[in-house]
């Protein structure tokens, strides 16, 4: 698995994950969008954003490659990025050019000035169309300056079409992860979730707001199992399902839906018109953002061992906020962490 080194000079990784933009050149408000989301990014201040999938609608090659260009100028500007393919992101050419044309967006993605992305050389399964391509599977590495071991792995990852992320994904995560002897936390951004997340909506065992059912494609639950044997992960992040907004835990893992970002697509408006945009559609949540702190020197591992997270609406009201501890959190036993169900969409 490639990787990527990232390097702090601050006791806390600030990171902001973005979902689920939806963006289309023919769209005609998405400049004043983007600004004023480069706006709460310089706000905010984040030293990394990771966009966790469904950047671009489904359209035409030459859209994706100039929203690229068009997010690197407003938000780069401000922030370091990184991207993880989202479904809708590998629907974007005819049958049999998937190839020629993925290559050209990760060209885009390459050459852009702030974006950190990585092509994926783990071999590809025999599948079709978007799940054939598993490129962007890599690894940010986050280094305290002067230090030889990081204190973080990021691990950023295509959950494809409908397949989701493959054993031989799996596989290469746990390569990186023995390099270090299993001694390094990790957490994880994909695009669609797990089928964790639906077993937990069911139960009622989250926190958070839950408008719609988990839509895991055809994730039939080895993948907790598999994250769970790595022994490092701490937390994953994900989006997809747009009026989802919540956490939960099973085995030790935080598992934890993005806040839909812009109000493009369904399911997400602006503040101002949330009350207009109900009456079309009840489930209808305002746009936003997750800010999550990692902590990075041994002092802040010691003060404050855990993970922050915050939901975070368009005028900056803080929506949820829940913490992950990184210590005593792995019981053999432990199946999922008992929650009161929160519905407020």
């Known amino acids: 698995m490639e990787r990527i080194s990232f390097f702090c000079d601050t006791a ?60 690197d100028h407003y938000i780069g ?35 852009s000035n702030h974006c950190l992305y990585a092509k994926s050389s783990i071999p590809r399964p025999s599948s079709t169309g978007g799940d054939a391509f598993t490129g962007g599977n890599f690894v940010i590495e986050i280094f305290q300056r002067g230090e030889e071991k990081p204190s973080w792995q990021i691990f950023i990852l295509n ?45 009622g065992f989250f926190k958070g707001a839950g408008g719609e059912r988990a839509d895991c494609g055809n994730e039939n639950g080895r993948l907790h199992a598999e994250l769970k044997d790595l022994g490092t992960i701490k937390a994953c992040f994900y989006g997809h399902d747009h009026v989802n907004n919540f956490f939960f835990r099973k085995n030790g893992i935080a598992y934890v839906y993005g806040r839909k970002t812009l109000p493009f697509a369904y399911g997400s408006s602006s ?14 949540i ?14 802040a591992f010691q003060e404050a061992p855990a993970i922050e997270i915050t939901s975070i609406l368009e005028n900056r009201e803080t929506e949820y906020r829940w913490q992950v501890p990184l210590k005593g959190t792995q019981r053999k036993a432990e199946t999922f962490e008992e929650m009161n169900i929160t519905m407020t969409c």
């Open 159 to 203: 959950s494809g079409r409908k397949q989701h992320i493959t054993k031989e994904v799996s596989a290469a995560m746990e390569e990186e992860i023995c390099r270090y002897e299993r001694s390094v936390p990790g957490i994880c951004f994909f695009h669609r979730p797990i089928k964790e997340t639906d077993k937990a909506m069911k139960r």
């Open 77 to 111: 500007t401000y922030v370091p990025w990184t991207f993880a393919w989202g479904n809708h992101d590998l629907e974007i050419g005819r049958k049999g050019r998937e190839d020629r044309l993925f290559e050209k967006v990760e060209k885009a993605l390459l050459r």
């Open 12 to 71: 806390e990784l600030s990171l902001m994950q973005v979902t689920d933009l939806h963006l289309a050149l023919r769209y005609p408000l998405k400049r004043f969008f983007l600004h004023k989301l480069a706006r709460l990014v310089k706000t905010e201040d984040p030293q990394l954003l990771i966009n966790s999938g469904d950047f671009f609608c489904r359209r035409k090659i030459t859209s994706p490659v100039p929203i690229i260009r068009l997010f």
């Open 286 to 299: 305002a746009w936003g953002f997750l800010m999550i702190k990692l902590p990075l020197s041994q002092k």
């Open 271 to 284: 503040l101002s018109n949330l009350d207009r945009s109900r009456q079309k559609d009840p489930r209808t």
